[in-house]
């Protein structure tokens, strides 16, 4: 893999190995379900074998009888969970309903009881015991989603979208499909819960703390002051585990009333259909636009599926308002209904599909055009946010495409189909361009310098494997000048001071402005006890004289050497540490950000080889060009997007979760029929970023690269096997049957 060095001269973009890679690699870093407490017992659900219907009869007596059996929970029998609400943004949950809240079944494999028992093979046992016979109706998995057409909401518009597209000399109407995608981190989702007589402490896999500790409080009916989420390392999410799901309150309301330590570990079945998926959509794109390639109307529909008790909308439209210029614009969505698990935010939710329909359509376009698909962009740059009128904050779209085009070798490329070979292999070229969202979140953090010469930093966040204990490492050492061997990162308890949620790529941009705070507030506070300590050599002077250089407490404009180490003072003080505590707003919160459209831009270029001989599609080459502003760490951001593109491979050619439609339960619910990418399906990839400070989101310029990397990959694929084989592939995955039928 190609690799790219920033000319950085400081910590700040280096590439820093991860602070945490020894406890990982040793297999010391303690995942959720590793927790092990004395007393411990296990809770294994039921689920249910129909996606709709009733339950008429739940026959537990046989389970009840079977060894180390201490309970089973089912509707009627089960202590009471509350129903969360969310309020002011906080207590996000995608799945409320309490389970075994009614009889009613909404989607298969829903919980229908859960048994515990002494030891996990137990419980096992006596779930697969419990008798239930249920009220089969036919359930409703239909994969045309077309009845949501008539339901569309406008979500935004400019001009006449309608009447522009009538009238415009070229047109593109196409309709797009992408399937339903299971989350599938190697981490199985899990709850170990623990109850004292008062209080819960809860080791769950979550990407949200501080959320899962206001659903938790809910669903449990005690204050938030009595629950308390432990996350200490988690095995990816992307997505699937922002929101707490149900064996979450299972395990918890066991607890308390078994008062036993409670384990629950959802099983990759399980994975499924119980802890959400990214649901399928479906989505027209018309495109009118001048025979030179100005755009002249664009008009989006989109409608995706959701659950029979969720609401959750996938949000195509994300990127549609801003990402090219055009006077006249319709974006509408709606939901349809289906009887399936709530679906939920996975990488890049919204955008991400959104931008398969819309880039493929501007391919489209551009073959119909005559034109290069890199010149139909760059036509269509806006100078502005054309939804809003606001000045983009830092977009460098047009420096990622130039920059593509050069590494990837674009001018090569002959345009005509199937016309590049290499050897017994069709070559095919596509690109696509991709966006993401800037933000920040709401951030305390609080540092301590300690009198050992070790800084402590920690915040109610989560390193959910992206590298967040390394970026607050390095933010800490950049401002303070110790080095990061001497900082300890303490994240992943929802005791520590209230941190953002792993989600929307937004925890790095969120956490930088109140880090910087923490720390400078902390060498406040250390300077005081400096100038007011009888045995320092700093005694009596003025704050305003005194300098922190790389640990060194010193006088202003003389050598830090001169000084004196902070620890050394802190011990003639007998002060154990000097803290300072810093907090941050929410760009909503901030009227400088308000004033920008805040997004992250990349260009994808995606090389495929067809070998007509033996029906063999493989993406051969990738190379990617990211604009998130100034990058922290080089290391850990490359590492995100050579994942999201081996991720974005998955999208294109293997992954879908196929459910059946007579009895609605997905086919392929384990590794060996759900196929995702593995390092033999990897291309060769090539990442750079453009490192761009966006100064509007706080003071390192940097926004946050997880999700961006996956955008734009799926329509670059099937743009490069339309290049190769004279096939558009609409919907998605590519499937090779496709590529022999055409
Ligand atoms: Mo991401 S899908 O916002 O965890």
Same mark, same amino acid.
Not at 273 to 287: A, D, F, I, K
Not at 439 to 459: H, I, Q
Not at 521 to 539: F, K, Q
């Given at each position: 893999?190609?690799?790219?060095?920033?000319?950085?001269?400081?910590?700040?973009?280096?590439?820093?190995?991860?602070?945490?890679?020894?406890?990982?690699?040793?297999?010391?870093?303690?995942?959720?379900?590793?927790?092990?407490?004395?007393?411990?017992?296990?809770?294994?659900?039921?689920?249910?074998?129909?996606?709709?219907?009733?339950?008429?009869?739940?026959?537990?007596?046989?389970?009840?009888?079977?060894?180390?059996?201490?309970?089973?929970?089912?509707?009627?029998?089960?202590?009471?969970?509350?129903?969360?609400?969310?309020?002011?943004?906080?207590?996000?949950?995608?799945?409320?309903?309490?389970?075994?809240?009614?009889?009613?079944?909404?989607?298969?494999?829903?919980?229908?009881?859960?048994?515990?028992?002494?030891?996990?093979?137990?419980?096992?046992?006596?779930?697969?015991?419990? +008798?239930?016979?249920?009220?089969?109706?036919?359930?409703?998995?239909?994969?045309?989603?077309?009845?949501?057409?008539?339901?569309?909401?406008?979500?935004?518009?400019?001009?006449? /979208?309608?009447?522009?597209?009538?009238? &415009?000399?070229?047109?593109?109407?196409?309709?797009?499909?992408?399937?339903?995608?299971?989350?599938?981190?190697?981490?199985?989702?899990?709850?170990? /819960?623990?109850?004292?007589?008062?209080?819960?402490?809860?080791?769950?896999?979550?990407?949200?703390?501080?959320?899962?500790?206001?659903?938790?409080?809910?669903?449990?009916?005690?204050?938030?002051?009595?629950?308390?989420?432990?996350?200490?390392?988690?095995? *990816?999410?992307?997505?699937?585990?922002?929101?707490?799901?149900? +064996?979450?309150?299972?395990?918890? &309301?066991?607890?308390?009333?078994?008062?036993?330590?409670?384990?629950?570990?959802? *099983?990759?079945?399980?994975?499924?259909?119980?802890?959400?998926?990214?649901?399928?959509?479906?989505?027209?794109?018309?495109?009118?636009?001048?025979?030179?390639?100005?755009?002249?109307?664009?008009?989006?529909?989109?409608?995706?599926?959701?659950?029979?008790?969720?609401?959750?909308?996938?949000?195509?439209?994300?990127?549609?308002?801003?990402?090219?210029?055009?006077?006249?614009?319709? #974006?509408?969505? &709606?939901?349809?209904?289906?009887?399936?698990?709530?679906?939920? %935010?996975?990488?890049?939710?919204?955008?991400?599909?959104?931008? +398969?329909? #819309?880039?493929?359509?501007?391919?489209?376009?551009?073959?119909?055009?005559?034109?290069?698909?890199?010149?139909?962009? #760059?036509?269509?740059?806006?100078?502005?946010?054309?939804?809003?009128?606001?000045?983009?904050?830092?977009?460098?779209?047009?420096?990622?495409?130039?920059?593509?085009?050069?590494?990837?070798?674009?001018?090569?490329?002959?345009?005509?189909?199937?016309?590049?070979?290499?050897?017994?292999?069709?070559?095919?070229?596509?690109? %696509?361009?991709? *966006?993401?969202?800037?933000?920040?979140?709401?951030?305390?953090?609080?540092?301590?310098?300690?009198?050992?010469?070790?800084?402590?930093?920690?915040?109610?966040?989560?390193?959910?494997?992206?590298?967040?204990?390394?970026?607050?490492?390095?933010?800490?050492?950049?401002?303070?000048?110790?080095?990061?061997?001497?900082?300890?990162?303490?994240?992943?308890?929802?005791?520590?001071?209230?941190?953002?949620?792993?989600?929307?790529?937004?925890?790095?941009?969120?956490?930088?402005? /109140?880090?910087?705070?923490?720390?400078?507030?902390?060498?406040? *506070?250390?300077?005081?006890?400096?100038?007011?300590?009888?045995?320092?050599?700093?005694?009596?002077?003025?704050?305003?004289?005194?300098?922190?250089?790389?640990?060194?407490?010193?006088?202003?404009?003389?050598?830090?050497?001169?000084?004196?180490?902070?620890?050394?003072?802190?011990?003639?003080?007998?002060?154990?540490?000097?803290?300072?505590?810093?907090?941050?707003?929410?760009?909503?919160?901030?009227?400088?950000?308000?004033?920008?459209?805040?997004?992250?831009?990349?260009?994808?270029?995606?090389?495929?080889?067809?070998?007509?001989?033996?029906?063999?599609?493989?993406?051969?080459?990738?190379?990617?060009?990211?604009?998130?502003?100034?990058?922290?760490?080089?290391?850990?951001?490359?590492?995100?997007?050579?994942?999201?593109?081996?991720?974005?491979?998955?999208?294109?050619?293997?992954?879908?979760?196929?459910?059946?439609?007579?009895?609605?339960?997905?086919?392929?619910?384990?590794?060996?029929?759900?196929?995702?990418?593995?390092?033999?399906?990897?291309?060769?990839?090539?990442?750079?970023?453009?490192?761009?400070?966006? #100064?509007?989101?706080?003071?390192?310029?940097?926004?946050?690269?997880?999700?961006?990397?996956? /955008?734009?990959?799926?329509?670059?694929?099937?743009?490069?096997?339309?290049?190769?084989?004279?096939?558009?592939?609409?919907?998605?995955?590519?499937?090779?049957?496709?590529?022999?039928?055409?």
């Amino acid at each position: 893999m190609a690799t790219q060095e920033l000319s950085t001269p400081s910590i700040i973009g280096a590439v820093v190995p991860r602070v945490d890679g020894r406890l990982k690699t040793s297999g010391s870093a303690m995942y959720s379900s590793d927790y092990h407490f004395p007393g411990m017992v296990y809770l294994v659900p039921v689920c249910s074998a129909i996606a709709r219907g009733k339950i008429t009869k739940l026959d537990a007596s046989q389970a009840e009888k079977m060894p180390g059996v201490l309970r089973v929970m089912y509707h009627g029998n089960v202590p009471q969970m509350y129903r969360p609400i969310p309020h002011d943004q906080d207590a996000v949950v995608d799945e409320s309903r309490p389970p075994f809240e009614d009889e009613v079944i909404y989607y298969s494999g829903q919980y229908v009881a859960a048994v515990v028992a002494e030891t996990m093979e137990q419980a096992k046992a006596a779930a697969d015991a419990v +008798h239930v016979e249920y009220a089969v109706e036919t359930p409703n998995v239909g994969l045309d989603l077309g009845d949501g057409w008539k339901h569309l909401k406008m979500e935004n518009h400019r001009g006449d /979208a309608e009447k522009a597209f009538a009238s &415009a000399p070229v047109q593109i109407d196409e309709t797009y499909v992408t399937p339903t995608e299971t989350h599938n981190p190697i981490e199985l989702h899990a709850s170990v /819960a623990v109850w004292d007589g008062k209080k819960f402490t809860l080791y769950e896999t979550t990407q949200s703390l501080i959320n899962h500790q206001a659903v938790m409080a809910q669903f449990l009916g005690v204050p938030n002051e009595n629950v308390q989420i432990v996350m200490k390392f988690l095995g *990816s999410g992307f997505g699937g585990k922002l929101w707490p799901w149900t +064996h979450a309150p299972l395990a918890a &309301a066991a607890a308390r009333e078994l008062n036993r330590p409670v384990k629950a570990v959802v *099983s990759r079945r399980m994975m499924f259909t119980n802890v959400g998926h990214r649901p399928r959509t479906q989505q027209r794109v018309r495109l009118g636009a001048t025979p030179d390639g100005r755009l002249l109307s664009l008009h989006h529909d989109y409608v995706n599926h959701t659950s029979m008790i969720s609401d959750y909308g996938e949000g195509c439209g994300e990127a549609t308002p801003y990402l090219y210029s055009c006077a006249n614009l319709l #974006l509408r969505g &709606a939901k349809v209904e289906r009887n399936v698990g709530p679906p939920t %935010a996975m990488r890049g939710p919204g955008a991400v599909p959104g931008l +398969h329909a #819309l880039e493929s359509a501007m391919d489209e376009l551009a073959i119909k055009l005559k034109m290069d698909p890199v010149e139909l962009r #760059l036509r269509n740059e806006p100078e502005k946010d054309e939804s809003n009128g606001k000045p983009f904050s830092s977009r460098h779209l047009k420096e990622c495409i130039a920059t593509g085009v050069e590494k990837f070798g674009w001018s090569r490329r002959n345009p005509a189909v199937g016309s590049m070979r290499q050897g017994d292999l069709i070559l095919g070229w596509g690109m %696509a361009c991709a *966006s993401w969202g800037a933000f920040r979140m709401p951030c305390e953090v609080t540092v301590a310098l300690n009198d050992d010469g070790t800084v402590r930093v920690s915040c109610a966040t989560q390193d959910i494997g992206t590298g967040t204990y390394t970026i607050f490492a390095q933010i800490v050492s950049d401002k303070s000048g110790i080095p990061v061997d001497r900082i300890q990162v303490v994240l992943g308890d929802s005791a520590l001071p209230a941190g953002p949620l792993s989600g929307g790529s937004g925890v790095t941009s969120s956490v930088v402005p /109140a880090i910087a705070s923490a720390v400078y507030a902390a060498i406040r *506070s250390m300077t005081m006890i400096a100038t007011s300590t009888p045995s320092s050599p700093l005694l009596n002077k003025k704050s305003e004289e005194i300098a922190f250089t790389a640990g060194r407490v010193h006088v202003k404009g003389e050598s830090p050497e001169q000084g004196i180490a902070f620890e050394e003072i802190l011990k003639r003080a007998n002060i154990r540490s000097a803290r300072g505590e810093g907090k941050s707003v929410s760009t909503d919160d901030d009227s400088t950000a308000k004033k920008y459209s805040q997004h992250s831009y990349g260009a994808q270029f995606v090389e495929v080889t067809w070998d007509p001989g033996i029906a063999r599609l493989r993406v051969s080459r990738v190379v990617s060009v990211i604009d998130v502003g100034r990058i922290i760490n080089l290391k850990a951001a490359r590492n995100q997007v050579e994942g999201s593109i081996v991720m974005g491979v998955g999208m294109g050619l293997f992954e879908e979760t196929h459910y059946d439609q007579l009895s609605g339960g997905p086919i392929n619910n384990n590794f060996a029929d759900y196929v995702v990418s593995t390092c033999a399906d990897a291309p060769e990839i090539d990442v750079t970023f453009l490192n761009y400070p966006d #100064l509007t989101l706080n003071e390192y310029g940097a926004r946050g690269v997880g999700e961006i990397g996956l /955008a734009g990959i799926a329509p670059a694929i099937t743009a490069a096997v339309y290049h190769a084989t004279g096939i558009r592939v609409r919907e998605l995955p590519v499937k090779v049957e496709t590529l022999l039928s055409a």
